[in-house]
């Protein structure tokens, strides 16, 4: 079993910064790609953020390029996302994603309980 655990959410005024955590931890060979996901209020799907993969080849959804940046500290098992210039449209609950190879090579797709990002205006 593995866990994710975030942290580093908060509320922040328009134009100012957060940095959001996330450490797996449990039964893990090896991790492959590992994401931040958000769900703003009202809206039923989460929406991808930004990615990373093992090798750091990154993507980013459009609305957050430039502002954005994902990292990841792979001897850690953990990823960043540094968000500047935040806007009241990134109000959101966000979501730490990775996909994890187990003991048996078998991968999995794991969630994080989500950390609220609240920008106001």
């Known amino acids: 079993q593995v866990q994710l655990v975030e942290s580093g959410g908060g509320s922040v005024q328009g134009g100012g910064s957060l940095r959001l955590s996330c450490v797996a931890s449990?039964?893990?060979?090896?991790?492959?790609?590992m994401g931040w996901y958000r769900q703003a209020p009202g809206k039923q799907r989460r929406e991808l953020v930004a990615?990373?993969?093992?090798?750091?080849?990154?993507n980013y959804a459009d609305s957050v390029k430039g502002r954005f940046t994902i990292s990841r500290d792979n001897a850690k098992n953990t990823v960043y996302l540094q968000m500047n210039s935040l806007k009241p449209e990134d109000t959101a609950v966000y979501y730490c994603?990775?996909?994890?190879?187990?003991?048996?090579?078998?991968?999995?797709?794991?969630w994080g309980q989500g950390t609220q990002v609240t920008v106001s205006s």
């Open positions: 994603n990775a996909d994890v190879k187990d003991l048996y090579y078998i991968a999995y797709d794991y």
């Open positions: 449990g039964t893990i060979f090896s991790i492959n790609a």
């Open positions: 990615r990373i993969t093992s090798g750091g080849s990154t």
